[in-house]
């Protein structure tokens, strides 16, 4: 196998190294420590706060952002839009290393991590939405992981193997899709059992259409913005095709993005007034609710639409980006802000630094094993030796 | 408003109405929408759905 050129040539001193490298230490300092003093010693979680940024951040926002796979793999295999196919493996390869850094923090904040497989051999509890959420992640970690293997096969010269997998493509994009709908929407639904602790703005019977719908805008902005990143530091890996195709990809996500941005403002005004909490947007709580509702749902829609309709590639990318923040808004304002909102502030949640550390330190993970994978494998181009799928 | 929500009628009422309300001006105004979206997309698509090589960064 030839060894990519510029992987010789690059000095392993590089700033991002460095700054890689510490975070890498850092995080398995911490890990250590997590693995043998427990949660108390790393974090600032409670009884009252049981959930913090591993969840909030690390599990909700990694979850959203992953979406990119099966909105992708829908539109061009499902759709049959198959102009948005250079963007497929890039968007499989986001959602499955998301969904394995997922499960990855997952260990470091449940108490006993050993027992994670536990609701599928000890006790199945079907009607708890944690079960559902469990199901669904861990059958599409596991349909990512077959979706994603083609491009490892062809690296590894398996073409057999890669010629059966190839043939499931259209089943496993189906079931993505189920199994992203189910689980996208129950992370929401989980916040319905605690209707007292969330701030009325933020609680809503349509929770899990929330977060579904604003699920697909994560999908499409993330494969905007990782497409512009990889543009930007892939460059040279990117086959003709790939360069042809990259700002349709923008194009035709950001219109889409636009009309799912509008879809989700309408149900979420809509909720507001089925629930009739009109009165709270005139608190400090409803400027914050209100900076997330216009500021990075309504602007992005706005900002979406005139980028698509001058056709400025720029403002798209950079909307992109925005509506990636807004993901990340959303989901800690329903997991951290808003939750326990009545409690005093003495009693509320904030991270503690070994908590900031890790996540930081999942994140860089998956940055390192993309860029890894992406230098390596055929996934910002079409390996010669074998055809499309 | 000023009427008081004192049984579910009244605040059924009130919100159904107002989500009423609410539906009719998003119907119309997502036509709106649409146009303001693709009203330009002839310009720069070609019959096979691929967008023109002139749209740079």
């Known amino acids: 196998m030839p060894v990519p050129k510029f992987a010789i040539q690059k000095p392993a001193w590089t700033p991002f190294n460095v700054v890689a490298g510490i975070i890498v230490v850092v995080g398995l300092v911490v890990t250590v420590i997590r693995f043998t003093q427990g949660l108390a010693a790393t974090t600032n979680l409670s009884d009252y706060n049981p959930w913090g940024i591993w969840i909030g951040f690390d599990l909700l926002v990694g979850v959203a952002l992953a979406a990119g796979g099966y909105v992708t793999s829908a539109a061009c295999y499902i759709f049959g839009l198959k102009r948005f196919h250079s963007a497929v493996r890039p968007a499989i390869l986001t959602g499955f290393l998301g969904y394995t850094l997922v499960v990855l923090a997952l260990h470091y904040d449940v108490g006993r991590p050993w027992r994670l497989p536990y609701p599928f051999i000890v006790q199945r509890g079907t009607t708890s939405l944690l079960f559902e959420v469990a199901a669904c992640v861990a059958l599409y970690l596991t349909v990512l992981f077959i979706e994603f293997s083609p491009a490892a096969m062809e690296w590894l010269g398996l073409k057999r193997a890669r010629q059966i997998v190839v043939k499931l493509t259209l089943v496993l994009t189906i079931f993505g899709v189920v199994l992203s709908t189910l689980h996208q929407s129950s992370l929401g639904a989980l916040f319905l059992i605690a209707p007292s602790k969330l701030h009325p703005l933020w609680y809503s019977p349509y929770l899990a259409l929330y977060f579904f719908v604003s699920s697909i805008i994560a999908g499409l902005s993330m494969v905007i913005f990782e497409s512009t990143m990889a543009h930007r530091y892939f460059h040279n890996k990117m086959d003709a095709e790939h360069l042809r195709q990259a700002d349709g990809v923008a194009l035709g996500f950001g219109k889409a993005a636009a009309w799912v941005l509008a879809g989700y403002f309408v149900i979420k005004v809509v909720g507001i007034a089925q629930a009739d909490t009109w009165g709270y947007l005139a608190t400090s709580y409803g400027a914050w609710f209100l900076v997330e509702l216009l500021g990075f749902v309504l602007l992005p829609c706005y900002a979406f639409a005139i980028s698509v309709r001058e056709k400025n590639l720029k403002l798209i990318r950079w909307t992109a980006a925005w509506s990636v923040v807004g993901i990340v808004v959303n989901r800690f304002n329903v997991g951290l802000v808003a939750f326990n909102y009545h409690l005093p502030s003495s009693e509320r949640y904030f991270p503690h630094w070994m908590e900031i550390a890790i996540s930081v330190f999942v994140v860089t993970i998956g940055v390192l094993v993309y860029k890894f994978i992406v230098t390596h494998m055929p996934i910002l181009y079409s390996h010669p030796d074998y055809d499309a799928h | ?57």
């Open chain 2, 1 to 57: 408003m000023d009427t008081p929500i004192v049984t579910l009628h009244d605040f059924m009422l009130r919100t159904e109405s107002i989500t009423y309300l609410l539906v009719v001006m998003v119907l119309v105004g997502f036509v709106f929408f649409w146009r303001f979206l693709t009203d330009r997309d002839e310009d720069s698509t070609r019959p096979d759905g691929e967008h023109s090589s002139d749209t740079h960064h």
